[in-house]
């Protein structure tokens, strides 16, 4: 065999399992169709929390491996894309999260008056705030640092990648559903505004349960990133004008400024959820190999990327 891991996927999922792998000193290629900063990741807003994921019974410990990362990264915000950032979830109540919140630095449930916007409920926090092209562009230079290798390359299937590694890694995210091929998969749009950031330091989401529909903004350098929508079984990637536009107001509720912001663009992406969940478990192949599937992370990939890449690697070598 010439490597002892393809990682198919380029994702945050896939990058952050391949550095785990590699930093192990195993040799690990990635087959990506997409170049790190055109994939689903990408877009992502991307703030620390365990949002629209399953099970809950594993997210928390995922998450908080992942917070102790993020929390070194945030070190060095420059390269790695991480930053330390306050805000406040609206809508949200302290003792109604899992017992994960519990070790959550700086988690605070607010006074009704503290609260901004047509809100009277919500906790204040500081957590990592995620550049998502900085970062996916820093992990494939550690990944490349630590001896891996990127490789543009779709694929059809998982055969041709088992006959050149010992394990191949499926982090293939929403195309799982066709390549596995895996009928839980189910797409959910999420559409976002870039626009120029008008003095707004501090994040803000509303989950707006029940709904297609979110409210959050993220202060990212260059600009303020608004959201958003949750719309299951919806595989439109081009940006709808009229959602974008009841995003910005639903935005500006909250901070008035928003509504005279310039435009700068418009990102849609598809969260590959998964009924049951997220799914790291190893099958045997013809011929003696193995294959790790790693996918159906949601919306919180990036949130419980690291502790499910430490997953995935005793799966992987376990083989």
Do not use: K
Not at 250 to 257: G, H, I, K, L
């Amino acid at each position: 065999m010439e490597n002892d891991v393809i990682v198919v996927g380029g994702g945050v999922v896939g990058l952050t399992t391949a550095v785990t792998l590699a930093e192990r000193g195993l040799g690990v290629r990635i087959w990506s169709r997409d170049d790190v900063t055109a994939t689903t990741s990408a877009v992502a807003g991307a703030l620390w929390w365990p949002y629209r994921i399953e099970p809950a019974a594993e997210v928390g410990a995922w998450a908080l491996a992942s917070l102790r990362v993020y929390g070194e990264l945030a070190a060095d915000p420059g390269r790695t894309g991480v930053r330390w950032v306050s805000g406040v979830h609206a809508d949200t109540v302290l003792d109604r999260l899992g017992a994960w919140a519990g070790e959550v630095p700086e988690l605070r449930q607010l006074a009704p008056e503290e609260v901004p916007g047509p809100y009277d409920v919500g906790l204040a926090a500081r957590l990592p705030l995620i550049d998502m092209p900085v970062h996916l562009a820093w992990l494939r230079g550690r990944f490349e640092a630590a001896g891996g290798v990127f490789e543009r390359r779709a694929v059809t299937g998982f055969e041709e990648a088992s006959a050149r590694a010992r394990v191949v890694v499926d982090c293939t995210g929403a195309a799982a559903r066709e390549l596995v091929p895996d009928p839980g998969m189910r797409p959910v749009r999420g559409q976002l505004v870039l626009v120029e950031n008008p003095g707004v330091e501090e994040w803000f989401t509303s989950p707006d349960s029940g709904s297609g529909r979110s409210t959050y903004f993220f202060p990212q350098p260059g600009r303020l990133v608004l959201g958003g929508t949750a719309e299951e079984d919806d595989e439109r990637l081009t940006p709808d004008p009229a959602t974008a536009a009841a995003i910005v107001a639903r935005c500006a509720r909250v901070r008035p400024e928003i509504a005279g912001a310039r435009v700068l663009g418009h990102r849609v992406g598809l969260r590959p959820a998964r009924l049951g969940g997220v799914r790291i478990e190893a099958v045997s192949l013809p011929g003696g190999g193995r294959l790790v599937h790693h996918y159906g992370h949601g919306g919180a990939g990036v949130t419980v990327a690291w502790g499910c890449a430490e997953r995935a690697a005793e799966l992987v070598e376990g083989a």
